[in-house]
């Protein structure tokens, strides 16, 4: 790195590297505003150049990769019962302590105890994957390939309960792993449509 003393007059007074920063901002805007434009009606400026495009969500979305860590899930056995046995490590090992577990005992004598209750709070979690790596039994996955809920008006609104945990598993085993998206946006819909008449 060169001292202050080093630099040339025109270094040191960053005039014209200010002046160099707003052409490539510019170039780059004018370039694809054109290429845009010209995919609009149907031309083509430059073979294999593409204008760079934003995403219009909630209409279109990013597809996530294989080793995204989405919203949680809880894992079911072949009869559709939750594989989870209420150990408590995920909550012990969760160092957002968002996870709270309530155990009673199984109706099957061969289970020992399973949770009555399992909630996760989403607006305290930082999802961070320890309780998938602390579940001794494949019981927790973050694998929904859906994003964090955003969408609510009370804190009540960002609790998953086991029910919601597990009907995920449910639909993902059934319909697969991309109608987890569309059911979430048809859930923001109905809260958004909710809440315009919340509003009134």
Known sequence: MRRPEELSFRERIYFPEVIAGLFI???RFW???FLNIGEQLGLSFAEGKQAAATLQYPTTYQKYGDAYRGSHRL???DDG???CTACYLCATACPARCIN???GEHPDDTVEK???RYEIDTLRCIYC???VEAC???????DTAVHPKIYGYRREDFIEDKQMLMKRSRIMREEGVEVLMDRMLDDYRESEEGGALRLR
Do not use: Q, Y
């Not at 001794?136 to 973050?142: F, K, V």
């Open 101 to 103: 577990i309530e155990a």
């Open 136 to 142: 001794p039994c494949d019981a927790i996955r973050m």
């Open 31 to 33: 370039r694809n505003l």
């Open 75 to 77: 894992t079911l056995k």
């Open 81 to 83: 019962s939750v594989r």
């Open 129 to 131: 994957g320890m309780c």
């Open 114 to 116: 399973f949770p009555l």
């Open 25 to 27: 901002t510019g170039r």
